[in-house]
């Protein structure tokens, strides 16, 4: 393991200020709205602050204010910060992103999981926390090979807890990382003692009988299963023609700026907007890397993956009334072995961005039942 700095070279910076300044904007219809995809006017104002008042600098600064490392698992670079809480009990806990996200999601759980002593919380609750970037997003760099889908993101993250000395431990996630850390557990059961997700899709049995559930149940089950059958544009794409829309996004920064923006847009509660600092700091990590390409290749290798998951461990959930689909208690409850579930009022698929706090306080209610586990091992 390396330890890791970053050091973006000036002239990558001057290359992305000279691009945004000559953008080749489209036409839009009239009173289009977001019927059509990201308005021209939201998107020309988020390019316009990126270009004359953004400052990347800044940003660098705190991020390389945390430790960060990389190393090699399975032929892949893999980047991860790496906190050791202050507190010798504190419990490990691997935090994984999803798309368009990256480890820009967790900022703002790092001190006070961490740290809960400086943050008003109980010192009994802190973690050390592994935050890595996917292989193919980010910081690690484009994949190299074929088959990174999530249980080989998975396999290649207990490999990275092995490494760090971590014999027992929980991991968490939303989007791509809910999906993975169940994976995580269904491989290397014997250590991970939790799974806590923040996204769940919740499948009925062939025979399941619908009339079983409550209107809003229904409703919330209609909501996924058409979202499963009729995927949105993004991921038909990044499904199935990766290397294409690779060209667009690697070459265009308004273009990855717009693919990512979107669904910041469309997947957040309106009352807890990511910032605009802050979503730009997520677009950077791709466009800097030029991993739109890897990163769309997670949803390829995936989309070709068979079998369920299965989470043979304890699974925590929080819902959020703004995220893509919701999830089914009773569902849930026959299909895992569920035994923490909260609903939230606000925020969205965004959850560790948009209501940092009240995430937190669920991933420290779930992991208390296995404090006493972990201290032990």
């Known amino acids: 393991m390396q330890p890791f700095r970053i050091e973006i070279a000036q002239s990558a910076l001057d290359d992305l200020r000279d691009r945004l300044a000559r953008i080749r904007w489209p036409d839009e219809l009239p009173d289009a709205g977001w019927d059509y995809g990201v308005p021209l006017g939201y998107l020309k104002e988020l390019a316009e602050y990126w270009l004359h008042s953004y400052d990347w600098r800044k940003h ?115 989007d791509w990382g809910a999906g993975i850390s169940r994976s995580l557990a269904e491989y290397d059961s014997e250590h991970v003692c939790g799974v806590h997700v923040n996204y769940l899709h919740t499948v009925p049995a062939e025979d399941f009988d619908p009339s079983e559930l409550s209107k809003e149940d229904r409703e919330r089950l209609e909501r996924a299963q058409s979202y499963r059958s009729a995927p949105a544009g993004y991921a038909r794409l990044q499904s199935t023609r990766p290397q294409t829309l690779s060209y667009a996004l690697t070459d265009s920064p308004v273009g990855q700026l717009a693919w990512i923006a979107e669904k910041f847009y469309e997947w957040t509660d309106p009352a807890c907007r990511v910032d605009a600092d802050r979503l730009l700091t997520n677009v950077m990590l791709y466009w800097l890397t030029a991993t739109a390409g890897s990163s769309a290749r997670l949803y390829y290798e995936s989309s070709k993956s068979k079998g369920p998951l299965r989470c043979p461990v304890p699974l925590g959930v929080s819902v959020l009334p703004y995220d893509l689909a919701l999830p089914v208690y009773s569902l849930a409850q026959r299909q895992h072995p569920l035994v923490h579930w909260t609903e939230f009022e606000h925020g969205g698929h965004f959850a560790a961005m948009e209501v940092p706090d009240l995430l937190v306080e669920d991933i420290r209610n779930f992991f208390k039942r296995f404090r006493h586990e972990l201290h032990r091992a």
């Open 60 to 174: 660098e600064k705190r991020l390389n204010g945390l430790p960060q490392f990389t190393t090699t698992i399975d032929g892949a670079n893999v980047h991860f910060l790496h906190i050791r809480s202050p507190e010798k009990d504190a419990v490990p806990l691997i935090l994984t992103h999803g798309w368009p996200g990256s480890i820009i999601e967790f900022l703002d759980l790092i001190g006070p999981l961490s740290d809960p002593r400086s943050h008003g919380g109980d010192p009994a609750d802190a973690f050390h926390l592994v935050i890595p970037s996917i292989p193919g997003f980010g910081f690690s760099g484009p994949t190299l090979d074929k088959g990174w889908n999530m249980r080989r993101v998975a396999r290649a993250w207990a490999e990275l807890m092995s490494r760090l000395g971590y014999g027992c431990y929980g991991t968490q996630g939303g």
